[in-house]
């Protein structure tokens, strides 16, 4: 597993903390990438204008996630200015602490 600090960009707040995100090597994509991010962050995806390597990188495609290293830092940079509508509320099996495959064992 890769593991990633992630963040939502807000210039405004005091504190905005990043939170650790794994994504599994072999699914390396832009598109993981966005979809693991969003879903930990509690985001909307179709409100992400982009995903900015810190301190000053925007990724952009597959290559660029590929060339990551653990513990680097992230931030989703948000286009929507209606704050309410950003956050989505994650149903059961999307939040963080649900387990996929263990689920998948069950009957």
Known sequence: ELV?????QTPNLR???FI????????????????VSCHELGVNPEHVQKIRK???????????????????????VLTVSDKNS???VPTLSE???YNKKASELMY
């Open 86 to 88: 950003l956050f989505r």
């Open 54 to 76: 810190l301190p000053n990188t925007m990724l952009r495609k597959d290559k660029d996630v590929a060339r990551l290293q653990d513990f680097q830092e992230l931030e989703l």
């Open 4 to 8: 990633l600090k992630v963040r939502i």
């Open 95 to 97: 939040q963080s602490a």
């Open 20 to 35: 650790e995100i794994e994504l599994d090597r072999q699914e390396l994509t832009y598109k993981e990438l966005l979809r």
């Open 15 to 17: 504190e905005n903390d």
